[in-house]
């Protein structure tokens, strides 16, 4: 168990965002991150409409060690001024998690520096305690692209999963509805303007799995009626207009938002049965920055007087300085890996809990 001061390198090269940060925990003034650096792959893959795994390793080769550079410069440090290197070793899309496992155990083996491998979604679920230094155990949504469950987190190492998605990721439906209304990639900020401007009770869309009970989620049924209400517009007027398309987005948005929140609400009532004490709900990952879903999650909190705790916005999205953290938090207690460090498609937290269905465009379901 080590309690001074640790300062960590953090590398992220899940899917298509290439990151590097550097994060120091003293003692006394607590977590502080140094540099966080993200190269975005936006423009590389908006021509096929999605994630191309190749490309994204591609450009992970080519850019991980420019972001520990520029990294290292903004934090006014050398490699042998940290005390340890943290890579996502998965879960993820293979060739980029591979990329940046690759590049972690070559900076470990040229400097000396003890390697430590971090489970993605722990880089997501841990970032509360780096952003407000909040106490375990506290409940977590963990909603992106490729993932979404609830997650008690009663340590940095020890996950306890209550629910999640059992085919596609709130994300990855946003991304999927955006691209059969036309709108650009990715669809998540996109469905979002164009809501902004609908009418979310036009379209009554189905609010899947309410009906049976725990904390379950189900997004490709929605996505399914989604597109047939658009094939009847465009049978019925020979397209759909502007509004039709603005319409279609809020309906849609609203549905998620109204599951998320109700399947939130029977997670806090399991959380609050096994830990009366204060509580504290966070969410995390990029369906997070979606300012419907995260109005509809703090009036669920508000109305149960739980704490609501969103990270910022850039550290909602995928970075490195959560992998820093996470990483921090696992060397802090003594954890670190071997150059026998392996790239994971697929990661659970929960190693307890069954299996969840289905694989996601953005990395595996773990």
């Not at 509360?128 to 506290?138: G, K, Q, S, V």
């Not at 991304?175 to 009418?199: C, F, M, R, T, Y």
């Not at 948005?253 to 049965?273: F, I, M």
């Not at 204060?278 to 300012?291: C, D, E, L, R, S």
């Amino acid at each position: 168990m080590m309690s001074g001061s640790l300062t960590i390198l953090g590398i992220e090269s899940s899917c298509d965002d290439t990151a590097a940060a550097i994060v120091c925990h003293h003692p006394v003034t607590g977590a502080a991150i140094l540099s966080s650096v993200v190269e975005g792959q936006t423009s590389l893959h908006a021509p096929f409409g999605g994630v191309v795994p190749e490309i994204a390793a591609r450009a992970h080769a080519e850019r991980l060690d420019h972001c520990v550079e520029r990294a290292l410069a903004q934090a006014g440090l050398t490699l042998r001024q940290l005390d340890a290197v943290a890579v996502t070793a998965g879960p993820g899309l293979i060739g980029g998690v591979l990329s940046g496992v690759m590049l972690a155990k070559g900076i470990s083996a040229a400097t000396g520096l003890p390697l430590i491998g971090v489970n993605h979604l722990a880089g997501h679920a841990l970032t509360p305690r780096l952003t407000d230094d909040i106490a375990f155990p506290y409940l977590m949504l963990l909603v992106s692209g490729g993932h979404c469950q609830f997650l008690i987190v009663h340590a940095p190492d020890r996950f306890e999963r209550l629910g999640g998605t059992i085919d596609d990721a709130p994300g990855e439906a946003f991304d999927k509805v955006a691209k059969l209304l036309g709108l650009p990639q990715p669809g998540g900020p996109a469905i979002e303007a164009e809501a902004a401007h609908g009418d979310p009770t036009r379209f009554r869309f189905p609010r899947p799995l309410l009906d049976r009970p725990g904390c379950d989620l189900s997004f490709s049924g929605l996505k399914t009626a989604v597109l047939r209400a658009r094939d009847d517009l465009i049978s019925r007027q020979s397209g759909i207009t502007v509004q039709d398309r603005r319409d279609l987005a809020a309906g849609f948005q609203a549905a998620v938002a109204a599951v998320l929140a109700e399947k939130t609400r029977r997670a806090l009532d399991h959380h609050l049965a096994q830990s009366p004490s204060p509580a504290t709900f966070a969410v995390a990952g990029g369906v997070a920055a979606n300012t419907a879903i995260r109005t509809a999650l703090q009036s669920v909190c508000y109305t149960t007087g739980i704490r609501f705790l969103a990270p910022p916005l850039a550290l909602c999205t995928d970075n490195a300085a959560m992998i820093a953290w996470a990483g921090l938090e696992r060397f802090r207690s003594g954890g670190t890996d071997g150059m026998d460090l392996i790239a994971r498609p697929r990661w659970p937290l929960d190693p307890t809990a069954a299996p969840m269905i289905g694989s996601g465009k953005k990395g595996a379901k773990a």
